[in-house]
């Protein structure tokens, strides 16, 4: 994260989250938490008996301040996609359908202090802290535009980038879905057969079974 030059004084923090995946998000949301003077989600404390002494409602002067904070949350896809199920999104259409939300159907991001852009980060500029982020098609009408996206606070939560097959490479939630579908009926198709079956290289005990079980005549 990298720390403001200055204190705010006025108006809420901009925090700008670069990937909406499993860091990303948790981090975004966790950080709403904490801001609406509440225990962090993810805290290991009960959530029950932490809201009647949430932090804000704390009278010792040192942690009783709830904090107005706007979080924009940027990525390339969609939504927010379950990657590690990839090995069974790409055997079972059934499941690859539950494993990409779209981020307007996550009831936890409706709140009026988070906002998305569908969109690649390609550039940060620490000193003037803005990120320059390249819009997706979703943007109606204004798809590989440049934007400047200024912030108090930046997480870069973009993880890393995985070539296929190892993650799908679709960025909308239609695409991927047609993606994991022209997989399975390659797989499964009788050309597949054909040419001598299919070889998995590699894969630990969360990715084996997945086309095992699936494609068990293979
Ligand atoms: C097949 C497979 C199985 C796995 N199984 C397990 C497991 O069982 N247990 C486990 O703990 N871990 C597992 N992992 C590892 C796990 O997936 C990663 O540790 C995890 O995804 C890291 O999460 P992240 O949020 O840091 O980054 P990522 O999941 O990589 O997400 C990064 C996000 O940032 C977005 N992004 C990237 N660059 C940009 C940019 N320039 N602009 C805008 N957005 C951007 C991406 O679209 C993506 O949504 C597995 C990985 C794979 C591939």
Not at 70 to 92: C, M, N, Q, W
Not at 98 to 127: C, E, R, V
Request: net charge neutral; with cysteine; glycine share 10%.
């Amino acid at each position: 994260m990298t720390p403001p030059n200055t204190t705010k004084e006025n108006g809420p923090t901009k925090i700008l989250i670069i990937g909406a995946s499993y860091a990303g998000l948790a981090a975004g949301l966790n950080l709403l938490d904490l801001c609406q003077g509440r225990s962090a989600r993810f805290s290991s404390r009960d959530s029950s008996s932490s809201s009647s002494s949430s932090v804000a409602e704390k009278q010792d002067g040192t942690l009783g301040v709830k904090s107005e904070v706007l979080i924009k949350i940027v990525d390339e896809r969609d939504g927010f996609y379950h990657l590690i199920g990839t090995p069974l999104a790409l055997a079972s259409t059934t499941y690859a359908s539950k494993a990409w939300h779209t981020i307007s159907s996550i009831p936890a991001l409706h709140d009026p202090s988070i906002s998305f852009l569908q969109g690649s980060a390609i550039h940060i500029n620490p000193s003037t802290k803005t990120a320059t982020v390249k819009l997706a098609t979703s943007n109606a009408g204004k798809e590989g535009d440049e934007i400047e996206e200024g912030y108090d606070f930046l997480v870069a939560a973009s993880g890393l980038r995985r070539k296929w097959p190892t993650v799908p490479q679709s960025l909308t939630r239609e695409e991927y879905l047609r993606e994991c579908k022209g997989h399975i009926e390659k797989v499964t198709s009788g050309e597949t057969k054909e040419m001598g079956g299919v070889v998995v290289v590699g894969g630990g005990s969360s990715i084996l079974p997945s086309p095992l079980s699936h494609f068990p005549f293979l």
